[in-house]
């Protein structure tokens, strides 16, 4: 075999398109790769000229380019990216090295294309996800950022960042230290030590204050997630979100609930304390001082699950592991002893794995104790269920009077609460934003042969501990 005969099969061979051009651009030579990455059997493109092929964009740049190097008087060499048009009509992006190295062998000019299609469109993805990304971060009002892995360069962060924390970007980017000066000296130990975590590989939900401008009055939430690969955390990313005004609501309820249950209990004190001695003393208006006695009673039940109400909306609610089974055991037993007239049956299994807030308890209680107080029997009949299966469901059957539907509508969350219509207790509130929070439903059923049914349903919770989905 010739050495021209043995350049050829290894041309032929090669990943690359190899062609050789005159000095019009025309096709003199080109290997078996324009086949493979083309379509075109190599034949097919001797004799026509490149130019024909090349992306009507992007010709003019490529052709510019091959006139500079085969006319230079030096040696000349470059390359340039185009679209070059396959058999079957689509673009194919190649790189192509041209240089005006010749000899009266070749007969022409040698020009390396190599496909970079797929590199192309990842970098197109990439920079068209990125300018999303660009976007949405300079309109969000959350601080989006991320570090690596060691807090020593900010790799990113947004413009929410500046009216946030009163810290300028570039004085952030300058020294990747320096947010911790923005925030409020009594929280940097906790902050550090979520730093810590987070490069050690665990996730992070804080609450702390910032911006020293605003006397550290800002409170922000916090979420950051460790970035791992291969087992290494390679970056930090996170957002923190302005929460002051809702600090300052909850703080705000906090006070007015403290100031209104004490003066309720002292006000409602001293008429209760009224109404037994008018009972007992002016025996004429025993029945009226009932009255008086029976609605103060009521007032501070309410008040009492006003608290609680006021527990579950501006405490943490957290989700964490529950089995219901002995919740509703001390339900069943607390309504018992309080009413012992009524008559609870009670089906459950050996045990109910949930999850929900700490708050459930209460939640199951109000449920129990208000199906017997609302009814209007002698011997009130409740049947409490509780069964799992892709979701564990608690199940309050009674045979009183029917719920009305403005009461069953504040269970099932269809109901919003304004000046004029309105429910008539807190009750049913709390178990609504229990079982909410809890990330669970309420049902509300009123069978033919009368009565209530609420099915309660909750997140089974598997062997770790966790939630599971259910339908």
Request: glycine share 6%; proline share 4%.
């Amino acid at each position: 075999m010739s050495q021209s005969a043995s350049l050829g099969v290894l041309l032929d061979h090669a990943q690359d398109k190899i062609a050789l051009l005159d000095k019009d651009g025309e096709f003199s030579y080109v290997n078996d790769a324009a086949e493979r990455i083309l379509g075109y059997d190599p034949d097919e493109l001797i004799g026509t000229n490149t130019f024909d092929y090349i992306h009507p964009a992007d010709v003019a740049a490529v052709r510019d380019q091959f006139i500079d190097a085969v006319t230079s008087e030096t040696y000349t060499s470059g390359s340039i990216e185009y679209r070059f048009r396959a058999a079957d009509g689509s673009w194919v992006w190649f790189e192509s090295r041209m240089s005006n190295v010749t000899d009266e062998a070749l007969d022409g000019y040698v020009v390396s294309s190599r496909d970079i299609t797929d590199r192309v469109t990842a970098e197109r993805e990439c920079k068209e996800i990125s300018t999303r990304l660009r976007e949405l971060s300079s309109t969000t009002s959350d601080v989006l950022w991320m570090f690596n892995s060691d807090w020593s360069e900010l790799l990113f962060v947004n413009p929410a960042y500046e009216s946030v924390f009163g810290q300028s970007i570039d004085v952030a980017k300058a020294d990747p230290a320096a947010f911790l000066d923005a925030i409020h000296p009594d929280d940097v130990p906790a902050v550090k030590s979520a730093m810590e975590c987070l490069s050690a590989g665990r996730s992070v939900d804080m609450e702390y204050r910032v911006n020293p401008a605003k006397n550290y009055k800002v409170w922000v939430w916090v979420q950051a997630d460790p970035i791992i690969e291969d087992d290494e955390v390679v970056r930090i990313t996170g957002f923190v979100r302005d929460i002051t005004d809702r600090r300052r609501r909850e703080r705000q309820l906090s006070v007015m609930d403290n100031l209104l249950r004490h003066n309720v209990r002292n006000d409602m004190g001293t008429i209760l304390g009224h109404a037994e001695l008018i009972e007992e003393t002016i025996p004429e208006a025993a029945d009226r001082a009932a009255i008086i006695r029976r609605t103060g009673a009521d007032l501070l039940d309410s008040a009492e699950k006003q608290r609680e109400v006021i527990e579950v909306l501006t405490g943490s609610s957290s989700v964490g592991p529950f089995d219901l089974v002995p919740i509703v055991e001390a339900s069943v037993d607390t309504v018992r002893d309080r009413y012992p007239d009524a008559e609870l049956t009670v089906s459950m299994p050996e045990t109910a794995p949930t999850c929900g807030i700490d708050e459930l308890e209460a939640a199951v209680l109000e449920l129990i104790e208000n199906a017997v107080t609302h009814n209007e029997r002698a011997q009130p009949v409740v049947d409490v269920t509780v069964s799992v299966g892709d979701v564990v469901t608690l199940t309050v059957a009674d045979d009183g009077v029917r719920i009305p539907s403005m009461e069953a509508s504040v269970l099932t969350g269809d109901h919003e609460m304004d000046a004029l219509y309105h429910s008539s207790g807190l009750g049913f509130w709390l178990v609504y934003w229990v079982v909410e929070l809890s990330e669970g439903s309420v049902a509300v059923e009123t069978p033919e042969s009368g009565g209530n049914r609420i099915r309660v349903t909750l997140p089974t919770r598997d062997a770790g501990g966790s939630a599971a989905d259910g339908e």
